[in-house]
């Protein structure tokens, strides 16, 4: 297969970096086509440590075309900060590997401002627990046509006009909240002080993309978030403000659907979820302890503790389908060693009714209870098993039963955090 999406199919945090690094190595060109730096995508390389959140995560490999896409929203201090930190590790970047859509919409400091007043001033109930960094806002002012973009810091007179309109909507809304009206001077020197970095990677994205995939090159497109925090088919409100699932790839960099010729969805064998919103298969005891504990559940860029809890199936099922996954890349399984007994969540209980799906209405969600399935656990570890036979019999049964209750196969099963640990089943972009 020629071009690949890699999607987040629970609440994001399922271990997309070191799957995006493994099958970046067969691409020629890796793709960001929504979000933005509240991804924290975390690469192991011989043991080296590279955190990124902008960055597309094939920049760690050389000779590779890195692409941010129109559907990201940028933060042009942060991705500069960014791109020092990687130098700095040995890593070279360029503009021969690395561009920025010129329709990319920035992310102004207004925005993280925004942002986190509002979360101050939500009550219980309408905070979101976003990662405070402005993406909400950022995409709030691309729908509605006053974002400054990669291409207007090209052009003074455009500069200061977006400059402005931005200012027009934004003044109200920070005296609404208690902030200072912005510094129309100090935010058009900080965009020109920039301007030049930015302006070096700028290109027309789409084009080069559909002439690359015209020679048939290979395109990575690489998620971030998960389904379940998208806009549309997330747990609204409690979502991120992009569209996560697949189909955004095509429109977040400007290439046609039928160029997308398989999605792979990344599952954790267990769920876990950063900020508010309904949980049905949440665990407030010592198993959700056990696996927070295990797995390291800690945000990456926030450094939150993450809610856990067991695998849930409705979830993941309808996720594959609204992304249409081909397979699923499984990770963390060697999380659940040890657990006498493992639960899966198969439906909920409404109201006394049996549901195969999440209902849409927040208050239903809210009191939907899982009905679990219980499995036999194992006592060995699986942590590093590069085959199926290094694996307890318990254990791949354990994924048998996920493949058949999402109804999608796994491709991938990653069983550390190392790219070498990987049980290969289908190459996504074998043909
Ligand atoms: P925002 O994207 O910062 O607006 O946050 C909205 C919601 O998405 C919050 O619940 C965040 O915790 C969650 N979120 C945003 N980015 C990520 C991510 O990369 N991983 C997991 N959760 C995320």
Partial sequence: MANVVVVGAQWGDEGKGKIVDWLSERAD?????????NAGHTLVIDGKVYKLNALPSGVVRGGKLSVIGNGVVLDPWHLLGEIETIRAQGVEISPDVLMIAE????????????DRAREEAASKGTKI???GRGIGPAYEDKVGRRSVRVADLADEATLEARVDRALQHHDPLRRGLGIEPIDRDELLAKLRAIAPGILAYAAPVWKVLNEKRKAGKRI???????????????????????????????????IGPGSIDYVLGIVKAYTTRVGEGPFPAELEDEDGQRLGERGHEFGTVTGRKRRCGWFDAVLVRQTCATSGMNGIAFTKLDVLDGFETLKICVAYDLD????????TAADSQARCTPIYEEMPGWSQSTEGARSWADLPAEAIKYVRRVEELIDCPVALLSTSPEREDTILVTDPFAD
């Fill in 352 to 359: 006394g009714e049996r549901l195969e799906y999440l209902p």
């Fill in 103 to 114: 329709n990319t919409p920035l992310i102004l400091p207004i925005h993280g401002e925004l």
């Fill in 220 to 254: 990575l497109f690489e998620g971030a978030q998960g389904a379940l925090l998208d806009i549309d088919f997330g747990t609204y409100p409690f979502v991120t403000s992009s569209n996560v699932i697949a189909g955004q790839a095509a429109t977040g960099v400007g």
């Fill in 129 to 131: 627990g976003t990662t």
């Fill in 29 to 37: 060109v890796i793709a960001r086509f929504q979000g933005g730096h």
